[in-house]
């Protein structure tokens, strides 16, 4: 009865989501902003309810329930407990359904914890989340349905892909799911500003922490994504700008370009239109992700949907919202008044720089992805890789770090060109004296965008820190901290790129048993292959001590055999020091008793994800600073009122 109990609660919830819109549709075409106090039961009752269903999918999944066709198709009675349990999202449906449920929270959350718009405007919103809700719940109940009974369980199920058995699992999509969705929440807003001609400083501070929230956990689930590949594929990079990598990437560049709009709109009441239509282009690069990934046109491990009428589905359901939402930014956006003006030399100007450079980025992102698609559809092959991405989206990348490190330095509404130069005059010495560093090191051995991103890393790094100069660092507020560390987190990550594509040695050997090694200061010392088994796999295992210059260390490079289904994966070692990261890879024998083996040194490769991690440090401390600077104001005026009333 669980599984029926999950698909009763996915009904009800989109009968309620039905409800939500008619509700608010009413409330709104009649004038009656008190109708809000209906929409927002039915929100908070749709979230419980999707919750209920997504829980009853866990059960199943972690009860090896066989009669499910979901759990039959993607799972096994042997597997751990973890991938059990991560599982649940590791295929179509139940992502899908991880989607829906993430959604349902998120409306109730809005519904029961906004308290910025007016009343008309957030029962505008909470429609409009309904509208996108209604979409799912259809493509689910109709198209997808995670419940689905079969008549003949078998004993055991077919199991889970063995690339996805990784803790990363239980990590990376959710997390990329939780900022899809809030950018499905900043696009609610954005519609329900527009039908309510409401788009102003109010509305953005009210969207802001949905924003940011989405951007910080689209920033770890790209780089958990990022080094779980890293990892597990054993092909030795972090980025192949492989189709469904750049499904997550873009949803990121707008997000990233849509948090700097929205703060300048929270903050100085400007660029109303150019935030409005972000919204609508964050939300829809989340929809074509979710086309990429969920429609059966690529083949990927990340792509779960083989059915063709499910990728029409989700294509008409991208037309429906992206269509609709342009078409109302089209009747709309004339009404929306201007916002503040600005000067030429600002802040402001320089966030609109950093915006338009984001948009080129993710314009030739999406070109680059969707390109191959649309001439295989007329019968011609085409690839495109990374060279392409390097070579076009590379220069735009610096030039946008550039920026970047510029903005902080310049003044909000109006400043002087002379004054900016004045205060870009130690971020250029260090670039200055880091190029003539480099280039007496290393000229000849590093390619001229390594060499550049090295020298604008540097340079950023230090423009990063800059709004901490000559303040009292106890008193300057959390938000600023957290500016701070996410800009110093972009040079860090840059700094790790420019030199992993640099100073990378990489090199392949056919070795016996005993034999050393020798590459990049590295002594590496077969020692023998042995044979092991886990849960649910079997393993040959080559035994090798790592030493440079001192103590060696044990490291165990694997080759996996998985019987349900039947794959052999690779699982690499990796040996991370200060300075970089040591990767090796055990290939197949080859003649003579010899394994074929593949090494790499990768210098300062970590800090690709070490970056990662502080750009989303950062925003989490922005958004704890800004959500705390809200609480004590309306604190200090809750306060101020009840003196004046004794008074």
Same mark, same amino acid.
């Given at each position: 009865?669980?599984?029926?109990?999950?698909?009763?609660?996915?009904?009800?919830?989109?009968?309620?989501?039905?409800?939500?819109?008619?509700?608010?549709?009413?409330?709104?075409?009649?004038?009656?902003?008190?109708?809000?106090?209906?929409? *927002?039961?039915?929100?908070?009752?749709?979230?419980?309810?999707?919750?209920?269903?997504?829980?009853?999918?866990?059960?199943?999944?972690?009860?090896?329930?066989?009669?499910?066709?979901?759990?039959?198709?993607?799972?096994?009675?042997?597997?751990?407990?973890?991938?059990?349990?991560?599982?649940?999202?590791?295929?179509? @449906?139940?992502?899908?359904?991880?989607?829906?449920?993430?959604?349902?929270?998120?409306?109730?959350?809005?519904?029961?914890? =906004?308290?910025?718009?007016?009343?008309?405007?957030?029962?505008?919103? #909470?429609?409009?989340?309904?509208?996108?809700?209604?979409?799912?719940? $259809?493509?689910?109940?109709?198209?997808?349905?995670?419940?689905?009974?079969?008549?003949?369980?078998?004993?055991? %199920?077919?199991?889970?892909?063995?690339?996805?058995?990784?803790?990363?699992?239980?990590?990376?999509?959710?997390?990329?799911?939780?900022?899809?969705?809030?950018?499905?929440?900043?696009?609610?807003?954005?519609?329900? !500003?527009?039908?309510?001609?409401?788009?102003?400083?109010?509305?953005?501070?009210?969207?802001?922490?949905?924003?940011?929230?989405?951007?910080?956990?689209?920033?770890?689930?790209?780089?958990?994504?990022?080094?779980?590949?890293?990892?597990?594929?054993?092909?030795?990079?972090?980025?192949?700008?492989?189709?469904? =990598?750049?499904?997550?990437?873009?949803?990121?560049?707008?997000?990233?370009?849509?948090?700097?709009?929205?703060?300048?709109?929270?903050?100085?009441?400007?660029?109303?239109?150019?935030?409005?239509?972000?919204?609508?282009?964050?939300?829809?690069?989340?929809?074509?992700?979710?086309?990429?990934?969920?429609?059966?046109?690529?083949?990927?491990?990340?792509?779960?949907?083989?059915?063709? @009428?499910?990728?029409?589905?989700?294509?008409? #359901?991208? $037309?429906?919202?992206?269509?609709? !939402?342009?078409?109302?930014?089209?009747?709309?956006?004339?009404?929306?008044? @201007?916002?503040?003006?600005? =000067?030429?030399?600002?802040?402001?100007?320089?966030?609109?720089?950093?915006?338009?450079?984001?948009?080129?980025?993710?314009?030739?992102?999406?070109?680059?992805?969707?390109?191959?698609?649309?001439?295989?559809?007329?019968?011609?092959?085409?690839?495109?890789?990374?060279?392409?991405?390097?070579?076009?989206?590379?220069?735009?990348?610096?030039?946008?770090?550039?920026?970047?490190? $510029?903005?902080?330095?310049? *003044?909000?509404?109006?400043?002087?060109?002379?004054?900016?130069?004045?205060?870009?005059?130690?971020?250029?010495?260090?670039?200055?004296?880091?190029?003539?560093?480099?280039?007496?090191?290393?000229?000849?051995?590093?390619?001229?965008?390594?060499?550049?991103?090295?020298?604008?890393?540097?340079?950023?790094?230090?423009?990063?820190?800059?709004?901490?100069?000559?303040?009292?660092?106890?008193?300057?507020? #959390?938000?600023?901290?957290?500016?701070?560390?996410?800009?110093?987190?972009?040079?860090?990550?840059?700094?790790?790129?420019?030199?992993?594509?640099?100073?990378?040695? =990489?090199? #392949?050997?056919?070795?016996?048993?005993?034999?050393?090694?020798?590459?990049?200061?590295?002594?590496?010392?077969?020692?023998?292959?042995?044979?092991? $088994?886990?849960?649910?796999?079997?393993?040959?295992?080559?035994?090798?001590?790592?030493?440079?210059?001192?103590?060696?260390?044990?490291?165990?490079?694997?080759?996996?055999?998985?019987?349900?289904?039947?794959?052999?994966?690779?699982?690499?070692?990796?040996?991370?020091?200060?300075? %970089?990261?040591?990767?090796?890879?055990?290939?197949?024998?080859? @003649?003579?008793?010899?394994?074929?083996? *593949?090494?790499?040194?990768?210098?300062?490769?970590?800090?690709?994800?070490?970056?990662?991690?502080?750009?989303?440090?950062?925003?989490?401390?922005?958004?704890?600073?800004?959500?705390?600077?809200?609480?004590?104001?309306?604190?200090?005026?809750?306060?101020?009122?009840?003196?004046?009333?004794?008074?």
């Amino acid at each position: 009865m669980i599984a029926e109990a999950g698909l009763a609660a996915l009904w009800l919830a989109a009968a309620l989501a039905l409800l939500q819109l008619v509700l608010a549709f009413a409330g709104l075409k009649g004038g009656k902003p008190e109708l809000l106090g209906a929409v *927002r039961p039915a929100a908070v009752a749709q979230g419980v309810l999707t919750a209920i269903a997504f829980a009853a999918l866990i059960t199943l999944f972690m009860r090896s329930d066989m009669s499910v066709l979901l759990v039959a198709t993607n799972s096994h009675s042997m597997k751990p407990w973890l991938y059990k349990f991560a599982g649940t999202w590791g295929n179509h @449906e139940g992502s899908m359904l991880l989607w829906v449920t993430v959604m349902g929270v998120a409306g109730a959350a809005v519904a029961l914890f =906004e308290r910025a718009l007016k009343r008309d405007a957030h029962m505008a919103t #909470l429609g409009g989340q309904a509208a996108i809700s209604l979409g799912f719940y $259809a493509f689910l109940l109709f198209s997808s349905n995670p419940f689905a009974r079969i008549a003949e369980p078998p004993a055991d %199920g077919q199991g889970l892909n063995p690339l996805l058995q990784d803790p990363g699992l239980a990590f990376h999509p959710p997390t990329l799911y939780l900022g899809y969705v809030g950018l499905s929440v900043a696009f609610s807003f954005a519609i329900g !500003a527009l039908l309510t001609r409401q788009v102003d400083a109010a509305f953005a501070r009210a969207m802001r922490p949905w924003v940011l929230a989405a951007w910080v956990l689209l920033t770890l689930g790209i780089t958990a994504g990022s080094y779980w590949a890293y990892y597990e594929l054993g092909w030795g990079g972090w980025w192949f700008w492989d189709p469904v =990598e750049n499904a997550s990437l873009m949803p990121w560049l707008a997000a990233t370009a849509l948090l700097h709009s929205v703060t300048v709109l929270a903050t100085r009441d400007a660029l109303r239109a150019w935030t409005i239509m972000l919204a609508v282009v964050a939300f829809s690069m989340s929809m074509v992700g979710t086309f990429l990934v969920r429609s059966g046109i690529l083949t990927s491990v990340h792509a779960f949907a083989v059915d063709p @009428e499910r990728g029409s589905f989700i294509l008409a #359901l991208l $037309a429906l919202y992206i269509g609709g !939402a342009l078409a109302l930014f089209g009747w709309r956006i004339g009404s929306v008044r @201007e916002g503040a003006p600005f =000067e030429l030399v600002s802040r402001e100007t320089m966030l609109v720089v950093n915006n338009l450079l984001l948009t080129v980025i993710l314009g030739l992102v999406l070109i680059g992805t969707l390109y191959p698609l649309m001439t295989e559809a007329f019968g011609h092959k085409v690839s495109v890789g990374a060279p392409y991405f390097d070579r076009i989206a590379g220069p735009i990348a610096l030039a946008l770090m550039v920026a970047m490190a $510029a903005g902080p330095l310049t *003044r909000w509404r109006r400043d002087q060109g002379r004054a900016v130069g004045k205060r870009l005059i130690w971020p250029l010495g260090v670039a200055v004296i880091a190029a003539t560093i480099i280039a007496a090191m290393a000229w000849g051995r590093i390619g001229i965008l390594p060499f550049l991103g090295l020298v604008v890393a540097l340079a950023v790094g230090v423009a990063s820190l800059a709004p901490l100069w000559k303040r009292k660092l106890l008193r300057t507020p #959390l938000f600023t901290y957290g500016m701070v560390v996410a800009h110093l987190g972009c040079a860090v990550s840059l700094a790790g790129m420019a030199c992993d594509s640099a100073f990378t040695v =990489e090199k #392949l050997v056919a070795a016996r048993p005993g034999d050393v090694i020798q590459t990049a200061g590295w002594s590496l010392r077969f020692r023998q292959i042995t044979p092991i $088994a886990g849960d649910n796999w079997t393993a040959l295992q080559a035994d090798m001590d790592a030493s440079r210059g001192g103590s060696s260390v044990l490291i165990r490079p694997q080759s996996r055999f998985f019987a349900s289904p039947p794959t052999t994966t690779s699982e690499a070692a990796l040996l991370t020091r200060w300075d %970089g990261q040591l990767y090796v890879v055990l290939g197949e024998e080859v @003649e003579g008793g010899r394994w074929q083996l *593949r090494i790499w040194w990768k210098p300062f490769v970590t800090l690709i994800w070490l970056g990662g991690i502080m750009i989303a440090l950062g925003g989490a401390l922005a958004l704890v600073g800004r959500e705390r600077r809200g609480w004590l104001m309306k604190w200090r005026a809750r306060n101020a009122r009840m003196e004046g009333a004794e008074a």
